[in-house]
Nanobody, 120 residues
Framework: QVQLVESGGGLAQPGDSLRLSCAAS????????MSWVRQAPGKAFEWVSA????????TYANFVKGRFTISRDNANRMIYLQMNNLEQGDTAMYYC?????????????WGQGTEVTVSS
């Protein structure tokens, strides 16, 4: 079992950048695809991005392509989400999860989330 703890959220203005971090514990971390999933207030969960166990393959939702970059450091059990050119629509709670783009909500292991607010 993997345990996940996110950090790095906060208040940003449109056009700003933030970097989210996810610290993972558990010996099987390196076996998992990992994702970032977000939930805006009053809205459904949205998958944002995923990275394969080796950190080679990455996938992104269309609404963040070209702005967000996912990466991982398996030696230190970390997952990152670099978010550039933030938009107000990026305001959400961001969760680090196991799994790829197609995995269901129930099948994922979730962190507690880190809140991102983008406002002018």
């Amino acid at each position: 079992q993997v345990q996940l703890v996110e950090s790095g959220g906060g208040l940003a203005q449109p056009g700003d950048s933030l970097r989210l971090s996810c610290a993972a514990s558990g010996s099987t971390f390196g076996n998992y695809w990992m994702s970032w999933v977000r939930q805006a207030p009053g809205k459904a969960f949205e998958w944002v991005s995923a990275i394969d166990p080796d950190g080679v393959r990455t996938t992104y939702a269309n609404f963040v392509k070209g702005r967000f970059t996912i990466s991982r450091d398996n030696a230190n059990r970390m997952i990152y989400l670099q978010m550039n050119n933030l938009e107000q629509g990026d305001t959400a709670m961001y969760y680090c999860t196991t799994g790829g783009a197609a995995d269901t909500i129930r099948s994922r292991t979730w962190g507690q989330g880190t809140e991102v607010t983008v406002s002018s």
